[in-house]
């Protein structure tokens, strides 16, 4: 998950920060960096995948963007769609955590839009 979220850190800052020690994740943009969802060291981030989810699918939705989550708690799979002509898809798998799933979906849409 560190590599995920540093990753995303890098294509949308207002959305994620990262350090040395820990990840911060924005509830949505325009949240000022002093009051994030939460903040979290990275051995810990485990504890945190709803949050990471809710931030992930508030991230996608601001793009204008859809998404869809399946999950039977052992596989998830993930897809972001970027509307339009040519309506795009972007699909993951990711193992048993939907957050990892969905927020590979969205880096995949993001490097593709050229973000930020």
Do not use: N
Request: net charge negative; with cysteine.
């Amino acid at each position: 998950m560190r590599e995920l979220l540093e990753k995303w850190a890098a294509l949308e800052p207002d959305w994620c920060r990262v350090d040395d020690e820990r990840a911060s994740v924005m509830a949505d943009v325009g949240t000022p960096l002093e009051r994030p969802r939460f903040t979290a060291q990275y051995h810990r981030l485990g504890q945190y995948e709803p949050d990471i989810l809710a931030s992930v699918i508030e991230a996608i939705e601001a793009h204008g963007w859809e998404w869809s989550l399946w999950s039977d708690g052992a596989l998830a799979e993930a897809t972001v769609t970027i509307p339009g002509e040519e309506r795009r898809k972007f699909e993951k798998s990711g193992g048993g955590e939907p957050a990892v799933g969905l927020l590979m979906a969205h880096l995949d849409a993001l490097e593709a839009e050229g973000q930020p």
